[in-house]
């Protein structure tokens, strides 16, 4: 089993930094990739950027390509998610996901692809 736990979010200024981390645990050495999720106020949830178990492939929604970076430094560090110049309108709550077994890649933004979900972490950018 894994467990995820997102943190670091809260009260950001606008044109400030966004970096959160989501730390894994449990049986997590048969897991295969880690997603970043996002989901505004009555909006759906969208994937933000995936990593593979091992951070050496990623990948971004075009949505916001240029726009923030996903990292780890191995496959039993926590991931992160950083994003600078930050908007009001980014004021989101943010979900990681684990997806345990190989897939296939095109298929990296459906919720339905992910095994575990964090609980979530709010981000509040003020204006």
């Known amino acids: 089993q894994v467990q995820l736990v997102e943190s670091w979010g809260g009260l950001a200024q606008a044109g400030g930094s966004l970096r959160l981390s989501c730390a894994a645990s449990?049986?997590?050495?048969?897991?295969?990739?880690m997603g970043w999720f996002r989901q505004a106020p009555g909006k759906g949830r969208e994937v933000v950027a995936v990593?593979?178990?091992?951070?050496?492939?990623?990948n971004y929604a075009d949505s916001v390509k240029g726009r923030l970076n996903i990292s780890k430094e191995n496959a039993e560090n926590p991931v992160y998610l950083q994003k600078n110049s930050l908007k009001p309108e980014e004021t989101v709550l943010y979900y990681c996901?684990?997806?345990?077994?190989?897939?296939?890649?095109?298929?990296?933004?459906?919720?339905?692809?992910?095994?575990?979900w964090g609980q979530g972490t709010q981000v509040t950018v003020s204006s």
């Open positions: 990593i593979s178990w091992s951070g050496c492939y990623i």
């Open positions: 449990g049986r997590t050495f048969s897991s295969y990739a």
């Open positions: 996901a684990v997806r345990r077994a190989p897939f296939q890649w095109l298929n990296y933004g459906s919720l339905g692809a992910y095994d575990y």
